[in-house]
């Protein structure tokens, strides 16, 4: 059986670090994740995904990421069953994730990238000149 799940999308609340009665670290969020298709003269669509983290990726997760940040998430599907506050059965779909990264550079206070690489600037490389010495 394979249920494997990759999302990347932006949160829509910054998420909430709870604990089980067994101490046990927990923390859910929405995705906003944008359709891979937009109908023509039409805003593109969103679906709204709720993920759970356990343990350390849930604590991760509450520590680093905020509103709007783009993250990418990767875990399974799972269901569950419940009754609502007028006796009606329910099922919840929901993305139980194992992995969660950051999906875009770390941002100032001034809601720019960090990073600052002018057009042209190499940074640390350095371009080697003739291909004698490369093992490739």
């Not at 089980?20 to 969103?46: C, E, H, M, W």
């Not at 990264?101 to 941002?107: G, N």
Request: net charge negative.
């Amino acid at each position: 059986m394979l249920n494997v799940v990759a999302l990347n999308g932006r949160l829509t609340a910054d998420p909430e670090l709870r604990h089980t009665n067994s101490d046990i670290p927990v923390t859910s969020f929405t995705l906003a994740v944008d359709r891979s298709y937009q109908k023509q003269g039409q805003n593109r669509q969103a679906d709204f995904i709720d993920v759970v983290c356990w343990r350390n990726t849930a604590e991760f997760a509450s520590r680093y990421f905020k509103k709007g940040q783009l993250v990418a998430v990767e875990g399974s599907i799972q269901t569950r069953s419940y009754t609502d506050n007028q006796g009606n059965k329910r099922k919840a779909f929901e993305i139980v994730a194992n992995n969660v990264h950051f999906a875009e550079p770390r941002r100032d206070s001034g809601g720019q990238p960090s990073i600052d690489v002018s057009p042209g600037d190499n940074g640390d490389f350095v371009e080697i000149d003739g291909d004698d010495d490369l093992p490739f």
